[in-house]
């Protein structure tokens, strides 16, 4: 069965119910090693990819935009995420001596004029802040958002690893909704479910982006107490489910939380996305959701 689509909570634009992410593409990861991913992502479904500036060294944008030159009719099929604000030396911006973050309207503006050129296209579909920046100055993020998306340059915003009260703040100064806030969550890092983002995610529609959705591979090799409990369960619920895999069922498990969240698969390899869009249509039960969430915290509810 197909991979389902799932709307922003502002517009027209539709996500994937699962993405796809950059940000640990091997160095050596080619043009056309890229050209032959994008096609295996739209063989199965997932149209929504998320990138960032920094990612590779500066060069994952540039990369991307290089694939997409080779076949232009697939920029129209894809959602293309990135994210600005973490910061550090390259020659795109001399003055950086060390790595920091920098959310300033400036550094937004051309960071976003970077990876349009990059992308090699008119727009970005949604562009986030990287990570909370201390020295944030909510009114010049909104001034720059503003301004990109005035220009047709952006068409949505969102967020990356805040907090609600962050959100909040920056939310208070914007004409229009956030739309997405990209943290991580996976059965192996559960702390979303208690820090309020996932509420906030469902106060506001803004859609949760889990990235590490399985673990950061610790799901199929990580030998701690919590793996070994978290990957016997899962295997356990896999039986149950007649699912092909635990990264099926580790999918589902976070498929399953109301608030919509749309795991970011960070793979380089086509092989490994074989069998992840059964994910979305394995049947979890509230039981089983909380036997994997037992495991992972290694103790009942109270």
Not at 127 to 151: G, K, S
Not at 213 to 235: F, I, N
Not at 278 to 299: C, F, P, T, V
Request: hydrophobic share 40%; with cysteine.
């Amino acid at each position: 069965m197909p991979i389902s689509r799932i709307r922003l909570p502002e517009g027209e634009l539709t996500f994937s119910r699962l993405a796809w992410g950059m940000g640990s593409l091997p160095m050596t990861t080619t043009v056309q090693d890229m050209d032959t991913m994008l096609g295996a992502l739209l063989d199965i479904g997932i149209t929504t990819v998320d990138n960032a500036e920094n990612y590779g060294g500066y060069t994952r944008e540039e990369l991307l935009g290089k694939a997409l030159a080779l076949a232009p009719g697939r920029r129209s099929k894809l959602q293309l995420v990135t994210k600005c604000g973490c910061v550090g030396e390259t020659p795109l911006y001399p003055t950086y001596r060390m790595y920091h973050y920098d959310t300033s309207r400036e550094h937004i503006l051309a960071a976003a004029e970077n990876s349009l050129r990059c992308f090699g296209t008119d727009r970005i579909d949604v562009l986030l802040l990287h990570r909370p920046d201390p020295l944030m100055n909510a009114d010049e993020v909104a001034e720059a958002f503003v301004r990109l998306r005035d220009a047709g340059k952006v068409l949505h915003f969102g967020v990356s690893n805040f907090l609600p009260s962050q959100i909040s703040l920056l939310a208070s100064r914007l004409p229009f909704p956030l739309v997405a806030n990209e943290f991580q969550f996976s059965v192996m890092h559960p702390d979303p479910l208690q820090d309020g983002s996932l509420e906030e995610c469902q106060r506001s529609g803004c859609l949760p982006l889990a990235w590490g959705p399985l673990g950061r591979g610790a799901l199929y090799t990580g030998t701690d107490e919590r793996a070994v409990r978290v990957r016997s369960e899962l295997e356990t619920v896999a039986g149950e489910l007649g699912a092909g895999s635990i990264g099926q069922v580790a999918l589902a498990w976070l498929l399953r939380h109301p608030a919509r969240v749309v795991p970011i698969l960070g793979t380089g390899f086509p092989s490994e996305l074989h069998g992840m869009e059964a994910s979305e249509h394995l049947k979890m039960d509230r039981q089983q959701w909380y036997r994997i969430l037992n495991a992972s915290l290694g103790y009942g509810l109270p």
